[in-house]
């Protein structure tokens, strides 16, 4: 039973933080120091990536009529090209980070899965949020159809390095759709979308990881992913639509102040652990 109720506190910062341009990965890593799973390390790396099933059902569920690529009309069924455009401009933006995880991911989570990497790019990255959202940089880009091939891809080579602990995917991806003129609405939501095949493939390749190791699911890993799945898509709906409602009246400079602090207290946890 203790098992269950960390995952769901888990579950509760996984649906916040892989949402807000915050770092998930910055809040699991204090959060590591804080609830102690008693189970194996295996399990608990092919953890912190699967949770991300639950936040992405959010997603599919909150924007199912804008997503789904099929529709009606005089009752027969019709392909809808606008949404079907937006998949392949998704598709684009997801292969630079693809290729990337597909050949770094071990090597990343080996070499920078500490925390002086995390806590240097919360810092760089709530930098960047205060200096691009000071410079009023004029949104010329109101709606996600208006969105190009050319920016899909660009956004991509964005999310490709929230590969680097700490930098947030949404943060990244948010970062270069503002530099790029999309408004902050615009490009939070084509960030969402982006979620779905990125964190799926990423989800997938950890399950396959842990299982090619010879690893098998006891009952109770398996009650605690699920827990932890459920309760991220029940937080994640929350999150996500606090965001939308949120961008329409304020810009991202608090997510950077946040992102700042985040990381200094990240650093203090590092030295406070290195003279335990």
């Known amino acids: 039973m203790i098992e269950i109720l960390k995952a769901v506190l ?14 998930s990965t910055g809040h699991m890593i204090l959060a590591e120091q804080m609830i102690h799973f008693q189970l194996s390390d295996a399990f608990m790396e092919m953890f912190r990536m699967v949770i991300q099933l639950g936040a992405i059902l959010a997603v599919v569920v909150l924007f199912f009529p804008k997503l789904w690529p099929f529709g009606k009309k005089d009752g027969r069924i019709i392909a809808k090209l606008p949404v079907w455009r937006l998949w392949f401009k998704i598709l684009i933006a997801t292969v630079p980070g693809a ?4 050949t770094l991911d071990d090597w990343m989570d080996a ?133 939308m409602n949120y961008v329409k009246k304020h810009d991202f400079k608090f997510f950077g102040w946040y992102r700042i602090v985040l990381g200094i207290i990240v650093l203090i946890a590092a030295a406070v652990t290195a003279l335990a």
């Open 10 to 23: 888990y579950g509760i910062i996984e649906g916040i933080t892989e949402w807000l341009p915050i770092s």
């Open 99 to 102: 290729v990337v995880m597909l």
């Open 111 to 243: 070499h920078f899965y500490n925390y002086l990497t995390v806590a240097c790019m919360l810092i760089l990255y709530g930098i960047l949020f205060i200096v691009v959202e000071n410079r009023h940089i004029s949104a010329q880009v109101g709606k996600i159809s208006q969105i190009s091939y050319r920016d899909a891809f660009i956004i991509g080579l964005w999310q490709m390095l929230a590969i680097i602990p700490g930098t947030s995917r949404s943060g990244a991806t948010i970062v270069g759709g503002l530099l790029l003129g999309l408004s902050r609405a615009c490009v939070a939501e084509f960030t969402f979308f982006l979620a779905i095949p990125a964190m799926a493939g990423s989800s997938l390749i950890k399950v396959l990881k842990f299982l090619a190791a010879g690893n098998a699911f006891t009952g109770l890993e398996i009650g605690v992913l699920l827990t932890g799945c459920v309760v991220a898509f029940v937080v994640s709906m929350l999150a996500i639509r606090f965001l």
